[in-house]
């Protein structure tokens, strides 16, 4: 077998391995509301995540895998020495995934996004140089991990906000609940549409310009609040279930939207997270096709499908242990609390994965869920939790990179 096989193939093996523990470990973050809230089973989140994440991850996974593959460090540097980035790759994704793995045993739910950043630049830093590294960009990024949850919270707090307002605090909230539900069903299929249509199917061929994904969104949006529509007319309304709980049939309406948003918060994380899988591995085939760590090429489909269906593996696999952990731990969620805290989160990384930015999911929607607790006061939220949740964050970024070196030096040495 030939050296360029035995990268390609070792490429895929690990790549499928850190898409393994995308799945394993922060798909469980994007569905954790849903589960906490009770609008679905782990069962149900798991056929739901299964299908959306990879629907997510294929379509519109190609604009953040540019990031990761080519922003963060200076290739140019291994201009004569192409393996080094072979190394420091395939390094990254062994550190990630083994990161993740052992994240995911003990239920800690932490960002893959700071895992595969940290391996990348831990490699490139000492392996190669501090030069090396792109420190610009990775201040953006790092901005962002700041940014996203701040943005999110906020979405999070206002659409709570008017859910209060227009429905929870009226004298007939069921009746608001049916009137104005699958308005938000409408903005929710809406914002999901439009930033995937604009933005993230240009890699597979599919080009429709601004009007034209104006108007297949809105069409599309329209069609999934219709379909809801029909769900909530179809529920068996109980009155003697409010005698017990006041809200009690308001939550069973706001359950319809809470799977729609569930959809569309499964797509957005495989939109975005899928290239902390793939990055590396389109960087390492480019290589192998080019003989050039210059060359610029498209990312291969076949490579999104493999981070795809990674991550539905692991979700299905051993997703279900960190949906369990996380699903209500910060705050208590209802649906109407959940569909708020999801959808900022959708929007925010899905708008995100347009501009190519590799966002935390996991920052974004603990950012979301702060911003529903708060809404209801600081008692609201389990601060204990959230500490952990912090240093989880700060132990990451390490982690990767440590990791990273030391499979670096191996690989290195194995081929030399």
Not at 26 to 44: E, F, L, P, W, Y
Not at 294 to 322: E, K, N
């Amino acid at each position: 077998m030939d050296l360029a096989t035995v990268y390609i193939a070792l490429a895929c093996v690990f790549g499928l391995f850190m898409a393994w523990g995308v799945g394993a470990n922060d798909v469980a973050n994007a569905m954790s509301t849903s589960v906490g809230s009770k609008a679905v089973t782990i069962r149900q989140a798991i056929i739901i995540a299964a299908i959306f994440e990879f629907a997510g991850a294929y379509l519109a996974g190609g604009e953040v895998t540019a990031t990761i593959r080519n922003g963060m460090i200076d290739t140019r540097l291994l201009a004569d020495r192409p393996d080094l980035l072979i190394y420091g790759m395939l390094a990254s994704l062994l550190a990630a995934g083994t990161w993740l793995t052992v994240a995911s045993f003990f239920g800690w739910p932490v960002s893959t996004t700071h895992s595969i950043v940290g391996a990348i630049v831990g490699f490139a830093a000492i392996g190669i140089g501090m030069e090396a590294v792109h420190w610009g960009k990775i201040s953006n990024i790092a901005l962002s991990w700041v940014i996203s949850p701040l943005l999110s919270g906020t979405l999070a707090y206002l659409l709570f906000m008017s859910v209060q307002g227009l429905i929870l605090n009226t004298a007939e909230p069921l009746k608001a609940a049916i009137r104005y539900v699958p308005g938000y069903i409408f903005v929710t299929a809406l914002v999901t549409a439009l930033v995937t249509l604009t933005k993230g199917l240009k890699h597979i061929g599919l080009d429709l310009g601004a009007a034209g994904a104006i108007g297949w969104s809105l069409m599309l949006a329209a069609v999934v609040a219709a379909f809801g529509l029909l769900a909530i007319r179809r529920l068996r309304l109980d009155p003697a279930l409010d005698r017990t709980f006041q809200f009690a049939n308001v939550e069973r309406v706001f359950g319809v939207l809470m799977i729609v948003t569930a959809c569309a918060m499964a797509f957005a994380h495989g939109s975005n997270d899928v290239a902390n899988a793939v990055g590396p591995v389109a960087a390492i085939v480019g290589i192998v096709a080019s003989g050039s760590v210059a060359a610029q090429s498209a990312v291969p489909p076949w490579v999104l499908l493999l981070g795809a269906v990674g991550i539905v593996l692991g979700l299905i696999t051993f997703g279900r242990r960190v949906i369990a952990t996380v699903g209500s731990r910060i705050t208590d969620l209802t649906p109407s609390r959940g569909f708020a805290a999801t959808l900022a989160a959708a929007t925010t990384v899905v708008a995100a994965s347009g501009i190519g930015l590799p966002i935390s999911t996991t920052h974004t929607l603990v950012g979301a869920v702060l911003g529903v607790g708060l809404a209801r006061g600081i008692a609201a939220l389990n601060l204990s939790v959230i500490r952990t949740i912090f240093v989880s964050w700060v132990i990451t970024l390490p982690a990767g990179a440590v990791l990273s070196i030391i499979f670096f030096y191996i690989l290195r040495a194995s081929f030399s």
